[in-house]
Nanobody
Framework: QVQLVESGGGLVQPGGSLRLSCAAS????????MGWYRQAPGKQRELVAR???????DYAVPVKGRFTISRDNAKNTLYLQMNSLKPEDTAVYYC??????????WGQGTQVTVSS
């Protein structure tokens, strides 16, 4: 099972930007997909964005046009560039990998707080 470690969270003012990184312990090339989820206090975890090996991407409606998911296969790393952040983007952000055959992995999460 691959290990995932997120980084890059923090406190940012509304309108600001952050880039999250998710470092995998092994190659990510063969994964079914990788993605970012988030969970705000009192709410269910929700998909933010995901990326397939073909480079096809899916985004949740609230983040379309503001967030960009990308990956660097050579570094086994997934990224989430978050621009024009809003207070409602405040949540713990989790990296997720679907390796196929029922194998999935989650990172430990990184806190993103958008506040003035």
């Amino acid at each position: 099972q691959v290990q995932l470690v997120e980084s890059g969270g923090g406190l940012v003012q509304p309108g600001g930007s952050l880039r999250l990184s998710c470092a995998a312990s092994g190659s990510i090339v063969s994964f079914n997909f990788m993605g970012w989820y988030r969970q705000a206090p009192g709410k269910q975890r929700e998909l933010v964005a995901r990326m397939f090996p073909s480079s096809r991407t899916d985004y949740a409606v609230p983040v379309k046009g503001r967030f960009t998911i990308s990956r660097d296969n050579a570094k086994n790393t997934l990224y989430l560039q978050m621009n024009s952040l809003k207070p409602e983007d405040t949540a713990v952000y989790y990296c997720h990998a679907d390796q196929g055959l029922g194998r999935t992995s989650w990172g430990q999460g990184t806190q993103v707080t958008v506040s003035s």
